[in-house]
């Protein structure tokens, strides 16, 4: 289980090391805005080539607990969950089974939450692992 | 039992569309009803989702095709169609080189996968020609590239979808919009160039080329959408008819009248505010089948042991909320929130459905029974100005 905490890929982002929200930066050739530290975490906010905006939340053990975005198109989620992304598609067509809702998106499965929520030409969501989420942190932080 | 009730929601269609068909000769005399029924779908098990049908066509023939079971969804743009409910040798589009167009478009929970072809488009008494339209779940071009896959998993069956085909008529004309005709990373990857089966590469799309809603596209009453829907009973009822009606204050029967308008803003979203707190990405949407708002601790509604997602207090409660357009103008709101899981599992039509959403305010169907509400396309004039709006 350990190993997809940790991916060998590059791609690696939430689960993954802090140095993947730079793999990030590049594979989306985008844009870093802003980075704002508490004591107990950091936040990277990155503007991506599509006007996406994508927030990476990690803390002092250098691991990104946390990601958000928000814009007028969808975010790349492999690269965004790294070596969550194969746990989320199996979530979601377990989730689409029971009730399917077609502009909101509510996973709560194993050590992965992720609430998505949008329309045509708006989205916006969350994911964090809250296994990874730093003691004194709340995972509210990720918005 | 279902099957019934299904034939009664339709004798109620007809007799519910008859006289509107015979009265709106007035402005240009085009018949602008569809009915609409909120039934459980082809599955027969969708809940609180509008179906209606619609007529495609081969361009410029009289060779056509009437698929029912298409969803009415406010919250996107273009006509989508399930690949194995098309009977039709529709067109398929080209772009550069010749080669086929095909479409990757994300939705919160996945995408749609599928090649972009040309049809007429046929509702009521109106006709749009040569629209872009998806046709999902096709063999032909089955390797997805990974920029596509990368959204999630693939709705490309009647199960994924709970339908035979979507029916965007939100306020944008086009699905992607300027977007997608940029060059380079720009680009958000919807539409792909396929000289063959697997080689496809994102390419730039003109706006015309867009999948797009097909009412931009019709002669007449092109302007926006009303739906209509009655006030379901408390507790839930096994299916309700409502209309469609195309045009906002183009005939006698979809004059704004009283109702507010509301313009919404670039990404089509309005503000919710709601005890004291705002949330600036809320939207109503007729293919949500809830309203969706916070979670447990805000709301003081207890979660669904059953029905993942949803709220289930133990005795219904009711909610007020403030919807804000981008224009300024707000109108306070109450919605009521009743046990999903406790609702009689063959009714396909229940009001107080509501459930969690962190985020934003998603003003799904039960928002949307017992009004006539309106939707207005961007940069089309209506008697309450130029859209995009909604206005109820």
């Known amino acids: 289980m350990s190993t ?91 989730a689409r089974r029971v009730r399917k809702a077609r502009s909101r998106l509510d996973i709560n499965d194993n050590g992965l939450i992720v609430r998505a929520t949008g329309h045509n030409r708006s989205f916006s969501g969350i994911a964090y692992a809250p296994n990874l989420v730093p003691s004194g942190v709340s995972p509210s932080v990720v918005r | 039992m279902p099957r019934l009730l299904f034939l009664g929601s339709l004798l109620l269609i007809a007799q519910a569309t008859s006289s509107p068909q015979c009265d709106n000769s007035s402005a240009n005399g085009t018949v602008n009803t569809a009915p609409i029924v909120v039934n459980g779908g082809p599955t027969n098990n969708s809940f609180n989702e509008p179906f209606t049908s619609v007529t495609v066509c081969v361009p410029g023939t009289s060779n056509c095709q009437t698929i029912g079971g298409i969803l009415v969804d406010t919250g996107s743009s273009g006509l989508r169609v399930l690949s194995s409910a098309l009977t039709l040798p529709l067109p398929q589009q080209t772009g550069a ?35 872009p339209i998806q046709v999902i779940g096709l063999d032909t071009f089955g ?85 209509q829907l009655p006030a379901v009973a408390a507790g839930g009822q096994p299916s309700v008819a409502g209309t469609l009606i195309f045009g906002i204050g183009t005939q006698s029967n979809n004059a704004l009248g009283s109702a507010r308008v509301l313009t919404l803003n670039s990404r089509g979203n309005i503000t919710t ?30 979660e669904c042991k059953s029905s993942t997602g949803f709220y289930c207090p133990p005795t219904t409660r009711t909610f007020s909320a403030t919807q804000v357009g981008a224009n300024g103008v707000s109108v306070a709101v109450t919605f009521a929130a009743g046990n999903v899981d406790a609702a009689n599992s063959t009714f396909s039509a229940f009001g107080e ?15 949307l029974y017992g009004r006539t509400f309106f939707s207005a396309i961007e940069g089309r004039s209506t008697p309450g100005g130029v859209g995009p709006y909604w206005a109820y």
């Open chain 1, 4 to 94: 997809s905490f940790w991916p060998s890929s590059a791609s690696a982002s939430l689960g993954g090391p802090v140095s993947s929200v730079e793999t990030d930066r590049v594979q989306m050739k985008s844009a870093l805005v802003r980075i704002a530290r508490s004591d107990a975490f950091t936040v990277h906010e990155i503007q991506s080539p599509t006007g996406v905006t994508i927030r990476e939340y990690y803390g002092p053990n250098g691991v990104v607990f946390g990601v958000s975005w928000d814009g007028e198109f969808a975010p790349d989620l492999r690269q965004l969950l790294g070596g969550y992304f194969t746990q989320y598609q199996n979530a979601v067509q377990t």
């Open chain 2, 97 to 131: 080189g010749g080669a086929p167009v095909v479409e990757c478009l994300p939705f919160v929970d996945g995408f749609t996968w599928g090649p972009v072809s040309i049809a007429d488009v046929q509702m009521a008494g109106e006709r749009a020609a040569s629209v």
């Open chain 2, 143 to 227: 390797t997805v590239p990974s920029g596509c896959s990368s959204q999630g998993p693939a709705e490309e069956t009647q199960i994924d979808l709970v339908a035979n085909g979507v029916l965007g008529i939100g306020s944008f004309i086009q699905d992607c919009g300027r977007g997608c005709t940029l060059t380079g990373s720009s680009n958000p990857a919807l539409y792909y160039a396929c000289p063959t089966p697997t080689s496809c590469q994102v390419t730039a799309q003109p706006l015309a080329n867009q999948v797009q809603n097909p009412v931009a596209l019709f002669s007449s009453d092109n302007n926006g959408v009303a739906i």
């Open chain 2, 273 to 302: 505010t709601f005890n004291g707190q705002s949330y600036p990405n809320s939207f109503v949407d007729s293919g949500s089948n809830g309203i969706f708002f916070l979670d447990s601790a805000a709301s003081g509604l207890p």
């Open chain 2, 353 to 367: 459905a509501t459930g969690r959403n962190p985020g934003s305010f998603d003003w799904g169907l039960p928002f």
